[in-house]
T-cell receptor
Framework: QQQVKQSPQSLIVQKGGISIINCAYE??????FPWYQQFPGKGPALLIA?????SEKKEGRFTISFNKSAKQFSLHIMDSQPGDSATYFC?????????FGKGTMLLVSP | ETGVTQTPRHLVMGMTNKKSLKCEQH?????MYWYKQSAKKPLELMFV???????ENNSVPSRFSPECPNSSHLFLHLHTLQPEDSALYLC?????????????FGSGTQLSVL
């Protein structure tokens, strides 16, 4: 049973556009929701994370929106750039090991 | 050298071979992990070590055997693998298992089993 559902599987966005990736979870014990970014040939790297006591967290062009009642959270990339082309993974944890989504392959076209 | 280093980067092995993957972290962390990454699947946690002791083993087949001789080094010994074991194997570390959400990953070993 997949505990974190991520969509879409792939996404193409024009340079300057907004990229949006969505995740939904089932386990109400989850209390930490990170996003990881993975470039080809590299391991995932922590990009941004949120805890459920806030509804939004912004770091530069990257924003997490969190809806506790709907058990959903999303990553927004504003002014998307070709250098943002990567695979993005959402994840969740109740405080120990992470449960990951399947990943979204983002391509930002020049 | 900083971060988490994995060797080799690529490995091709037959089903009867025995090989080992190596991971070294230079971050002073106490916890280390092995993950399996397959296409279109979530990252699968295989093993967790805390201060050289295995604390989690997620029903991984015995043909995968981990070893953690100290808090900086982690090995994954492979023997009699199957073609479906072909994947990217990622090592990660964190300060401790309580902060396991803040993982630092290596670049992985791309394994092909023929």
């Amino acid at each position: 049973q997949q505990q974190v559902k991520q969509s879409p599987q792939s996404l193409i966005v024009q340079k300057g556009g907004i990229s949006i990736i969505n995740c939904a979870y089932e386990n109400t014990a989850f209390d930490y929701f990170p996003w990881y970014q993975q470039f080809p040939g590299k391991g995932p790297a922590l990009l941004i994370a949120i805890r459920p006591d806030v509804s939004e967290k912004k770091e530069g062009r990257f924003t997490i929106s969190f809806n506790k009642s709907a058990k959903q959270f999303s990553l927004h990339i504003m002014d998307s750039q070709p250098g943002d082309s990567a695979t993005y993974f959402c994840a969740a944890t109740p405080g120990s090991t992470l449960t990951f989504g399947k990943g979204t392959m983002l391509l930002v076209s020049p | 050298e900083t971060g988490v280093t994995q060797t080799p980067r690529h490995l091709v092995m037959g089903m009867t071979n025995k090989k080992s993957l190596k991971c070294e972290q230079h971050l002073g962390h106490n916890a280390m992990y092995w993950y399996k990454q397959s296409a279109k699947k979530p990252l699968e946690l295989m093993f967790v070590y805390s201060l050289e002791e295995r604390v989690e083993n997620n029903s991984v087949p015995s043909r995968f055997s981990p070893e953690c001789p100290n808090s900086s080094h982690l090995f994954l010994h492979l023997h009699t693998l199957q073609p479906e074991d072909s994947a990217l194997y990622l090592c990660a570390s964190s300060q401790d298992t309580g902060s396991g959400e803040k993982l630092f990953f290596g670049s992985g070993t791309q394994l092909s089993v023929l």
